[in-house]
């Protein structure tokens, strides 16, 4: 069925190079199945790019190609729609669970730092985007054939601590951190900042705690990792309501025995530098501030511990590549860090990503606010989606059995999607109401089409072993074409590191089985029209389940 692979070779033979990584998909339909591009072409041959489209179109001939045309300076290529939909039918129902897969990734390992949040506070929405993307970014990347390590760099050394512990001698109440301990702990951070304005001698004594924390004082100690167990507690109970895991969950603290060995390395390779007692990487002539890694009290910072990190991590995993799914506020911190790892002589500096993302904003346009305690608790937001899809499961469904099930699986694929159908670049409005509903580009209208599929087929399933392809209208055969696309599709999302290309086919997708449906009654009293119908809900069926898989969303099969 790979088409493209065929078109390539041809492609190959006639210009004697490989052209494959040029072939694409036309943005419209009428402009044909794949298009090359001749322009890059125009040098080498000193061609008009018109004039090389014209003289490949005569040199290209195959039994599977309906027609070859030119138009400006594009070839493209239009499959015959018998062939192409024979092709795919047999590859899907062949493949299933693993059609739009690959092996590209075989024998590579790719590290994933996401999700990271601040230990001692609530998981905030602020952290969601970074989980959410970084795991279906796992997925993607799996489907690929790539060994995958999700790290959860979590937030959990610094000043702040010292602040914190605090805070707890002060005014802790052993009970309420027992009871509820992410909002008393929450509530003691935020009243120290207050009570500091007034009490300046709390900031010094914060410092000394912290100090003591960093000595390895036993109280000290004892009471941070109190404070770390507790969060790890509750973020647990959110990372699997989303279905989030990992294979390393190693804060800053791991770091800690490393950091001196660290700017020793820096040290050594001649770039340290001292400023009025600090230690820094100077990177002016490379348009960046410095890369401050000690500061003059003799504390580390954040590039001090993501360099230990980095190195750690190529020697533990040998990656092929490192993504940090971290918000775009953080571009400069990596380009630092890539730049010191560069000028180190680490050659694997090119492998690492910031795969950045924006922000999440408020209906009204504006941040979400997250100062003076006003964070919103990611697990009130799940709870209040899971409600809310619950309300309208029950409406819509009152005799469904296991209505709680398929109400998280609604909720959390809810708030999924909503995120993951928007390019991660941009900033997203969080509207949990919008994300929720059964119509427009939302994870419920996905899920509720992919469960309406399930419904024919469990009335009746695909017998036939060879499906009669004439029978198929234009309609039809470009929902097939869609299907033969998944893997391409596939592929681009995961090169860009961008999901939303797999959302947003899916929804494409989705509109136009939704379309058929309507048009085209599949239970027929001709046998062979009804078997070619069913076997065409049976594949579109198919990619939606490994497409929703991708994203990190059930797939459900009653709702």
Known sequence: MDFKSKLALLLKKALKKDVSALLEIPPEPALGDYSFPCFSLAKTFKKNPVQIAQELSKKIKAPFLAKV???????????????????????????????????????????????????????????????????????????????????????????????????????????????????HLLDLYVKFHTEVEQHPELEEEGRSWFKRLEEQDAEALRLWKKFRDYSLANFNKIYQLLGVHFEEISGESFYNDQLDATIQLVEKAGLLKKSEGALLVDLEKFGMTSALLRKKDGATLYLTRDLAAALYRKKT????????????????????????????????????????????????????????????????????????????????????????????????????????????????????????????????????????????????????????????????HEILKQVGHFGDVVQDATQQYKPHILARYLLDLAQQINSFYVSHPVLQEKKELEQARLALVKVVQQVLQNGLRLLGIEALEEM
Not at 70 to 97: D, P
Not at 365 to 385: H, N, P, S, Y
Not at 424 to 438: A, E, L, M, Y
């Open 69 to 183: 045309e030119v138009r400006g300076g594009y070839l493209n290529f239009f499959i015959a729609k018998e062939q192409r939909s024979a092709a795919v039918l047999t590859t899907v129902l062949k493949e299933k669970e693993g059609y739009g897969s690959s092996t590209e990734g075989k024998g590579k390992t790719v590290v994933i730092d996401m999700s990271s949040p601040n230990i001692a506070k609530p998981f905030g929405i602020g952290h969601l985007r970074s989980t959410i993307i970084g795991n279906a970014l796992r997925h993607l990347l799996t489907f690929q054939g790539y060994k995958v390590v999700r790290i959860n760099h979590l937030g959990d050394w610094g000043t702040q601590f010292g602040k914190l512990i605090t805070a707890y001698k002060q005014w802790g109440n052993t009970v309420r951190l027992e009871k509820d301990p992410i909002h």
């Open 317 to 476: 995993y040998q990656f092929a590549k490192m993504l940090y799914e971290v918000g775009a506020e953080q571009q400069l911190h990596f380009q630092q860090l890539f730049k010191v790892l560069e000028l180190l002589g680490h050659k694997w500096h090119r492998d690492c990503v910031h795969v950045s993302h924006g922000l999440y904003l408020g209906s009204d346009g504006k941040k979400l606010a997250t100062r003076a305690g006003k964070i919103i608790f990611m697990e009130d937001v799940l709870q209040e989606t899971i409600t809310l899809a619950r309300k309208i499961v029950e409406e819509k469904n009152p005799g469904l059995k296991e209505k709680d099930k398929v109400a998280r699986a609604v909720g959390v694929g809810a708030i999924l999607f909503g995120d993951l159908c928007n390019d991660r670049t941009k900033d997203v409005v969080f509207d949990i109401h919008k994300f929720t509903s059964f119509e427009g580009e939302t994870g419920p209208y996905l899920q509720y089409t992919h469960a309406r599929l399930c419904s024919i087929l469990r009335k009746k399933t695909v017998t036939e072993k060879k499906i009669d392809c004439s029978l198929y209208d234009n309609l039809e």
